[in-house]
């Protein structure tokens, strides 16, 4: 595997007062890449987000100084640049009046202005229990600041919980290698970390931090909020997050190399008409990361080239609609602008380099390649919902293989199980034992300690149980797919270095019973 590589940004243009070598203003070119300094994504559309480039450079060390920069302007759209350092609380803020500016007392107030930057230099910039309104405003840059404990209620309250917020016609916004955090859910007082409603369009949020919260964001404030859309998420780390990562209201999302840590309740969850392109991210010790939840007003989504590390599917019901084990796509999701992947396997090392305040504004430069085997798209063509997957050519065998059951003995674990069953039960050579999912599908895993190089399985199902329509043999270390098939059989494929390996049931009539699982070198 290449070894990650990270670059710092570098600035086009020096404000006149000098920023730390690491801290880089936006250039004005619309399109310019991420190594070069500029926006990314869906921010370089609709004539590009340039910020505050080209204009004065000021220093703040409160939110008050933040406001009297904006109320200075000789217009609410003359370009400025503000440079952040300090903590910025209740205490600092107040309102200031102005003809280029509409501030408020208690929260940084970006509202009904355009063309500003927003950058914490020095020993950094923390919002403390204060957040950022963006409202009726357009072409804004967010950069290497920290937002921390922004509540709705309790004392201090700001910005409706959001610690950063936007509604109301705002185009244009770059929010790049903040740090988002909170120290609970809703029932603490926190609302959610990255919000868009009411009409927000053509926003990017890239090596950022978003942690220790309820709701990591969302993009439409209700079923009926469908104007908001065409939102790039990138190098992003979401890390201990119930839900919302995002939850996503109409409108379109590309969503790459993000590294999910810990999504308690669900991730991506795509409803009301959205799309999104999922693809390159690793999900790591999580639940439900994509699908349609909570609602029977389904969204979209294209998946390719994710990996899942420990993740658990819920059974779908009449509002619930989990992408499931196979992460298969219902959609095909187009993106209108160039972009370097990172191999999947490489985003938590790169995101970990990168990602947050005070990083030096590190980016990847996408030249990271993931580990043989590459990980196989899921469904690069997608098809309807809840296809029958297509075989992958495995070479079935009717004959049982011979040699160790590697299996037996090795540990074993699962997305769901069903009340009497076990995962061991498909490990110990006991045929009148069995795992069974929650429901008509799920995963049951192999897991060793080592590598262990594995090339044919059988599956043995017990009596009694529903049939098994489909499933799918995963290389869990790396998401590929090494084989797809039907039933109870033995199938096997290329010699595989591995620690964990999947049996994911993707159809079925009833509930399965697979008494074991046996993998063989072989």
């Not at 730390?20 to 300094?37: D, E, F, M």
Request: glycine share 12%.
């Amino acid at each position: 595997m290449r070894r990650p590589v990270v670059r710092r940004l570098q600035a086009a243009a020096l404000a006149t007062t000098a920023v730390g070598a690491a801290i880089a203003v936006a250039l004005p070119t619309p399109q310019a890449s991420a190594a070069a300094g500029g926006a990314t994504g869906y921010a370089t559309l609709n004539g590009g987000t340039t910020g505050g480039a080209g204009g004065q450079t000021v220093r703040a060390t409160t939110g008050t100084a933040i406001h009297t920069a904006l109320c200075t302007r000789a217009s609410s759209s003359t370009p400025i640049i503000i440079q952040v350092e300090g903590t910025i609380n209740h205490g600092n803020t107040a309102k200031v009046s102005g003809n280029s500016c509409n501030t408020a007392a208690g929260v940084i107030e970006l509202k009904q202005i355009s063309n500003v930057t927003i950058v914490g230099v020095g020993g950094g910039a923390v919002f403390d229990q204060l957040g950022i309104h963006i409202r009726e405003a357009r072409n804004i840059i967010i950069q290497n600041v920290t937002i921390r404990n922004v509540k709705k209620s309790g004392s201090p309250t700001s910005n409706g919980g959001d610690a950063i917020g936007m509604e109301s016609g705002v185009r244009n916004v770059w929010v790049d290698h903040v740090t988002l955090e909170a120290s609970g859910g809703e029932d603490q007082g926190f609302d959610g970390l990255f919000d868009m409603k009411d009409d927000t369009q053509y926003v990017t949020l890239s090596y950022s931090i978003l942690r220790n919260s309820g709701r990591g964001g969302l993009v439409g404030s209700s079923e009926s909020d469908r104007s908001n859309g065409y939102v790039t998420y990138h190098h992003n780390l979401y890390e201990n997050i119930d839900s919302r990562t995002p939850l996503l209201r109409g409108g379109v999302a590309h969503i790459y190399n993000n590294h999910y840590n810990r999504l308690n309740e669900s991730g991506i969850n795509s409803r009301a008409g959205a799309r999104a392109r999922v693809e390159n991210n690793y999900f790591k010790d999580a639940r439900d990361v994509l699908g349609t939840f909570y609602t029977s007003e389904r969204g979209y989504w294209q998946a390719n080239g994710n990996i899942l590390d420990n993740v658990t599917w819920s059974a779908a019901g009449s509002d619930t609609y989990p992408a499931g084990p196979g992460m298969t796509s219902n959609a095909t999701v187009s993106v209108p602008y160039s972009y370097s992947l990172d191999g999947a396997s490489c985003v938590p090392s790169v995101v970990s380099q990168t990602a947050g305040a005070n990083k030096g504004l590190k980016v990847s430069d996408g030249s990271c390649t993931p580990q043989t085997p590459a990980p196989t798209p899921t469904n690069p063509t997608p098809g309807p919902t809840n296809p029958t997957p297509t075989p992958s050519n495995p070479t079935p065998t009717p004959s049982q293989p011979s040699g160790t059951n590697l299996s037996l003995g090795a540990d074993a674990d699962g997305s769901s199980k069903a009340s009497g069953t076990s995962y061991g039960n498909v490990t110990d050579g006991n045929l009148g034992t069995y795992w069974s999912p929650s429901g008509s599908t799920g995963r049951v895993s192999v897991k060793w300690g080592s590598a262990t190089t594995v090339s044919r399985v059988n599956i043995r199902v017990a009596p009694g149980g529903g049939t098994i329509g489909s499933w799918r043999i995963v290389n869990n270390d790396t998401g590929a797919v090494l084989a797809t098939g039907s039933g109870a059989a033995a199938v096997s494929f290329a010699r595989t270095s591995l620690k964990k390996i999947n049996f994911e049931i993707t159809s079925a009539s009833g509930t399965p019973r697979v008494a074991e699982f046996e993998t063989y070198a072989s």
